[in-house]
Every structure is written in structure tokens, then in C-alpha cells.
């Protein structure tokens, strides 16, 4: 298995964290990495896209196994079948310092997991723009409020 993530600290609340990262109709506004679709609930399955801008990308049907409003978001994906490349992709908030330490990562398992090295690489510069695109959004709607 391989893990990969990025962590920030937010100066807002868990609860608005939670509404923003939720709200896959408003990703192309601000993601600079993701597309969704779907219902973020338990059993759910999400339409997701994983691209850099100008990129074609990669599209998932994850499956999402937990959703606990402000605390956990978490998925799994698979390419092709599973155990060739399956991923569990998590958002983590927790309170901290008034505001939200936010743990965004991604564990991958599978035959394939091995000859991933530059592709995980890219994944985890992707996790750290996606990061700071949700801050900047998070922390922008706080002030405007």
C-alpha cells in the first residue's frame, strides 16, 4: 500500500469547511483538480473527474463510504478492476488552533501501485493545489460573510 497527502490549516470552522467541500455543484469555480457529481452520503456513488487544467483526466465512479458532516469524507475508486488499482481518498477536519487542520490523502493498493511512482507524485502536487484552492475558497467566503 502507498499513502500520500497534504495538510492545511484553515481559518474557518469545520462546519464551513464541510459546506464548501460538499458543494460539487460549485467545484468549477474554484477546483483546480477535481469535478463531482453525485450525493455526498454513505453508498453513494460520485461522478468524479481528476485532471489538471487543460488536461483530459481521469474519470472515477467512487464509491463513498463514509460521509460525517464537518469530521470525514472518504471514497474509493477503482481503475479497471479491483486490486489492479484501488484508492481510498479521504478529507479529514478536525478543530484546531479556531480553526480547521484539514488532512487530505489518498491510499492506494493494487498490482499496479508499484509502477505508479511519478503518476502518485503528480496526484500528491495535486492534493496540495486542491488544498489550497478549498482554503482560498473557504477563507474567502468567511470574510465575505
Known sequence: MQRIESVVQMDATPEQVWRVLVDFAAYPEWSPTLTIAGRPEAGQRLRLTAAAPGEKGMRFRPLVLAAEP???LRWRGRVLLPGLCDGV???VLT???GGTRLVHGESFSGLLVPFL??????TEQGLRKQNAALQRRVEGLVVSA
Open 117 to 122: 511512482g511519478r503518476k502518485l507524485a503528480e
Open 70 to 72: 464537518a469530521r470525514l
Open 89 to 91: 481518498h479521504e478529507f
Open 95 to 97: 478543530p484546531r488552533d
